[in-house]
């Protein structure tokens, strides 16, 4: 980690960056250490023994002894910004709770390279094999969604009226059923329309929302052969079926250029597994990007981004109707922003074209020129040529923003859910620096 803006992009969230800036203090760290591997350090908490904190500068990855659920958890954060602070505090007496738990760490590596080894040196998996496992699950697959057709219109025939919390359990039942076969992206789905009965006054439209993208998603696999391969692509997506990454590494349209990190947003999805979107954009392809990666367990993730930045990297996009996810191939980090210049009749062009070709992506990279944030009676929102769009930011995210374009206009890059805008990162025309982004204080 080169500064602060890089460690606080770390950040799961902005409560745990201002917590970490909190513990920014020599005399709550009784002990710090440091060298080429790893930066470790004793926090004194609330209790008799000190935390024990501790940073692989490979991943990085982070390790503390706190009961925090976040990933990386404040003291871990804290402990970086000691060390681009001032790194002449820190002792290169590595302690042996340090050394027991790299050698962990190298461990678990060692073994993950040797399961590798032995996929790379096996025999190739008989063809007729591979086919006929992959035509039972499509078949159990299938099946699983002509049920699911058959359920949902019992329950639209009920009415939404009828809905209360027995029938929201039968919900998750029939999400159940769907991961017994081998469909767990449907079950996914259908929790999620779940979570919106009785949210808001417009629940029963945003149900009804995912409920019609369902009987979509049913409809298709049910004509699957007919479809071309890029909709069926996506199909396997939606029903939950793992994409081999390899495969996209090997076969994925590969697209080389420097990316404009638009944004990078972390959110915990349960108490050990962290999601994190990154969104670019080819600053000579024009293309967007996102980087979907999940760390579990209090693991780092293999590649580090940071908001505002830029990244000379081969992307591979996986296969679909509207590729917009992909892997990342030996990214060289550094370098200004060069932030995208499109109108915004183009914006929403792009949005509406990957739309139409798959409806069921769910997060669209959207950026606009000339944008006011605001604050009114009923939420967050930004004007933009003369059109109100509703956005989506928790209180402190909004107040910044407020605060940094003076409310004034300003370039925003966010995350369109199809109702509402996600700011990430701000910034005026003619500038690389952002004046805000969402990692950041």
Same mark, same amino acid.
């Given at each position: 980690m080169q500064d602060t803006?890089?460690?606080?992009? +770390? *950040?799961?969230?902005e409560a745990s960056a201002k917590a970490a800036r909190g513990l920014v203090a020599p005399a709550k760290w009784p002990a710090l250490g440091a060298d080429e591997v790893?930066?470790?350090?004793?926090?004194?908490?609330?209790?008799?023994?000190?935390?024990?904190?501790?940073?692989?500068?490979s991943g990085p990855a982070f390790r503390c002894s706190c009961p925090s659920r976040k990933f990386p958890c404040k003291h871990g954060l804290a402990l970086l910004l000691l060390k681009v602070d001032d790194a002449s505090r820190f002792k290169a007496a590595r302690p042996a709770w340090v050394d027991e738990w790299l050698a962990s760490r190298e461990q678990k590596e060692k073994k993950k390279e040797e399961r590798e080894a032995q996929k790379a040196e096996a025999p190739p998996p008989d063809p007729k094999s591979v086919a006929k496992r992959e035509a039972q699950r499509w078949e159990r697959i299938e099946g699983a969604a002509q049920d699911?057709?058959?359920?949902?219109?019992?329950? +639209? *025939?009920?009415?939404?009226g009828a809905v209360d919390d027995d029938t929201v359990k039968g919900w998750q039942a029939m999400a159940?059923?769907?991961v017994d076969a081998q469909a767990p992206g449907l079950g996914q789905r259908l929790l999620q329309a779940a979570e919106q009965v009785r949210q808001g006054a417009d629940w029963p439209e945003q149900v009804l929302h995912r409920l019609g993208l369902l009987q979509l998603a049913c409809d298709g696999l049910q004509r699957r052969a007919s479809l071309p391969e890029a909709v069926q692509a996506d199909l396997r997506q939606v029903a939950g079926w793992p994409v081999d990454k390899d495969g996209v590494i090997a076969h994925g349209d590969a697209v080389t250029d420097r990316w404009t990190v638009l944004g990078v947003v972390q959110e915990m999805r349960d108490a050990k597994l962290t999601e994190r979107r990154v969104w670019l954009h080819g600053q000579r392809s024009q293309r967007r990007a996102l980087l979907l990666d999940h760390a579990y367990g209090g693991r780092g993730f293999e590649q580090v981004w940071v908001g505002a930045s830029s990244a000379e990297a081969v992307l591979h996009f996986f296969p679909g109707a509207a590729p917009l996810r992909a892997l990342c191939e030996?990214?060289?980090?550094?370098g200004a922003a060069v932030w995208p210049a499109e109108p915004l009749a183009q914006e929403w062009d792009r949005i509406t074209q990957r739309m139409a070709a798959s409806p069921w992506m769910g997060l669209h990279p959207l950026v606009l020129h000339d944008a006011t944030p605001e604050r009114t009676p009923l939420g967050w929102r930004c004007l933009v040529q003369g059109r109100s769009l509703d956005m989506r930011t928790d209180e402190a995210f909004g107040w910044q923003l407020l605060a940094h374009s003076g409310g004034r206009a300003l370039n925003l890059a966010g995350e369109w859910d199809g109702q509402a805008f996600s700011p990430m990162s701000a910034w005026r025309d003619g500038e690389a620096a952002p004046l805000w982004t969402r990692s950041q204080a």
């Amino acid at each position: 980690m080169q500064d602060t803006a890089s460690v606080l992009a +770390l *950040a799961p969230d902005e409560a745990s960056a201002k917590a970490a800036r909190g513990l920014v203090a020599p005399a709550k760290w009784p002990a710090l250490g440091a060298d080429e591997v790893a930066v470790w350090g004793e926090c004194q908490g609330s209790g008799s023994k000190p935390y024990q904190t501790q940073v692989d500068l490979s991943g990085p990855a982070f390790r503390c002894s706190c009961p925090s659920r976040k990933f990386p958890c404040k003291h871990g954060l804290a402990l970086l910004l000691l060390k681009v602070d001032d790194a002449s505090r820190f002792k290169a007496a590595r302690p042996a709770w340090v050394d027991e738990w790299l050698a962990s760490r190298e461990q678990k590596e060692k073994k993950k390279e040797e399961r590798e080894a032995q996929k790379a040196e096996a025999p190739p998996p008989d063809p007729k094999s591979v086919a006929k496992r992959e035509a039972q699950r499509w078949e159990r697959i299938e099946g699983a969604a002509q049920d699911l057709q058959r359920w949902m219109a019992d329950q +639209l *025939a009920h009415g939404l009226g009828a809905v209360d919390d027995d029938t929201v359990k039968g919900w998750q039942a029939m999400a159940a059923r769907m991961v017994d076969a081998q469909a767990p992206g449907l079950g996914q789905r259908l929790l999620q329309a779940a979570e919106q009965v009785r949210q808001g006054a417009d629940w029963p439209e945003q149900v009804l929302h995912r409920l019609g993208l369902l009987q979509l998603a049913c409809d298709g696999l049910q004509r699957r052969a007919s479809l071309p391969e890029a909709v069926q692509a996506d199909l396997r997506q939606v029903a939950g079926w793992p994409v081999d990454k390899d495969g996209v590494i090997a076969h994925g349209d590969a697209v080389t250029d420097r990316w404009t990190v638009l944004g990078v947003v972390q959110e915990m999805r349960d108490a050990k597994l962290t999601e994190r979107r990154v969104w670019l954009h080819g600053q000579r392809s024009q293309r967007r990007a996102l980087l979907l990666d999940h760390a579990y367990g209090g693991r780092g993730f293999e590649q580090v981004w940071v908001g505002a930045s830029s990244a000379e990297a081969v992307l591979h996009f996986f296969p679909g109707a509207a590729p917009l996810r992909a892997l990342c191939e030996g990214p060289q980090l550094g370098g200004a922003a060069v932030w995208p210049a499109e109108p915004l009749a183009q914006e929403w062009d792009r949005i509406t074209q990957r739309m139409a070709a798959s409806p069921w992506m769910g997060l669209h990279p959207l950026v606009l020129h000339d944008a006011t944030p605001e604050r009114t009676p009923l939420g967050w929102r930004c004007l933009v040529q003369g059109r109100s769009l509703d956005m989506r930011t928790d209180e402190a995210f909004g107040w910044q923003l407020l605060a940094h374009s003076g409310g004034r206009a300003l370039n925003l890059a966010g995350e369109w859910d199809g109702q509402a805008f996600s700011p990430m990162s701000a910034w005026r025309d003619g500038e690389a620096a952002p004046l805000w982004t969402r990692s950041q204080a």
